[in-house]
């Protein structure tokens, strides 16, 4: 069937401009993601790798328990002897990276759209767009803008992974009761206050759950991303596909499984933090305030 609208041809038109123009602003965009990303991978890979194993099991043991512990150290072993330890600080490493850039777009823009009805409005249907947009379909702009290698992964990562923390954030706010906020608006407080003090804190568990959706679609895309020269497990996956080598494709698809539970569990546990505390303390800030 004939083409009747090319919306394709407009934007490789914008896409093919901008590449053009701010080719020098890419550029320097990738050196600097590139030695971010750089900059972890050595910090990691520099914890000699039992040391980094005993970290991440202390992390499991105070966040999910005895048995998260234990999976995290037998999991992370187990890595480690398949001969995959390089690929999965490398995997860890975009994910860090993509996982806080997403996360500092994501939040404010979450609490924006929580305050301003309009914005939401606008704001919704473009997370539409992103969430449902095939995962592949990123790594065409990632690579003109940036070539191969680590950074377009990361680019196509974060906007990838950036939808659920936006949505998840909007929603933390808008759920904290009103009769708290109009409460403390009554007692003099500021927006700010009301913000940092009482909708955020409320709005934490909410919000981790974002964080955590937010990892996981990262280290989803981190693999897809190996199609592009990324590093990290996601390339052995793609290796062993591309060679039809059934040991290795099984081997490093599940250094991903062991890696995605581990990662799971220790934000979930972020995400199952009681809000009781936050509303005593709210309760006894009013009642000093009462006081005063």
Avoid: C
């Avoid at 937010?214 to 996601?234: N, Q, R």
Wanted: overall charge positive; cysteine-free; aromatic content about 12%.
């Amino acid at each position: 069937m004939e083409k009747i609208i090319d919306i394709g041809k407009y934007i490789e038109t914008v896409v093919i401009w901008l590449t053009e123009n701010l080719d020098g602003l890419f550029d320097f965009i990738k050196n600097v993601g590139n030695g971010f990303i750089e900059g972890f991978e050595w910090l990691m890979l520099g914890i000699p790798f039992y040391l980094f194993i005993a970290l991440f099991a202390l992390l499991a043991y105070f966040k999910v328990g005895r048995g998260g512990a234990v999976f995290t150290a037998l999991g992370l072993t187990l890595i480690y002897l398949l001969g995959f330890w390089v690929e999965t600080i490398e995997t860890l490493a975009l994910i860090f990276v993509s996982t806080i850039i997403a996360l500092v777009q994501a939040i404010p823009l979450g609490i924006w759209a929580a305050k301003n009805a309009n914005v939401n409005k606008v704001v919704r249907p473009i997370l539409d767009f992103m969430q449902t947009m095939p995962a592949f379909v990123y790594l065409i702009p990632a690579v003109l803008f940036f070539s191969i290698g680590k950074l377009p992964g990361a680019f196509a990562t974060v906007i990838f992974a950036m939808p659920p923390a936006v949505r998840l954030t909007t929603l933390g706010i808008q759920q904290v009761p009103q009769d708290v906020v109009e409460a403390a608006r009554a007692f003099g407080a500021t927006n700010r206050q009301i913000l940092f003090k009482i909708e955020l804190p409320l709005a934490t568990k909410t919000i981790f759950t974002g964080v955590n959706q937010t990892i996981m679609m990262a280290l989803s895309m981190v693999v897809i991303a190996g199609m592009i020269a990324a590093g990290g497990l996601g390339e052995k996956v793609l290796e062993g596909i591309n060679n039809l080598d059934i040991g290795l494709g099984f081997e490093s698809g599940f250094a991903v499984v062991i890696l995605a539970i581990i990662l799971d569990r220790i934000t979930q546990s972020f995400s199952k933090k009681d809000n009781h505390g936050s509303m005593n303390k709210i309760k006894f800030l009013f009642r000093k305030k009462q006081k005063d």
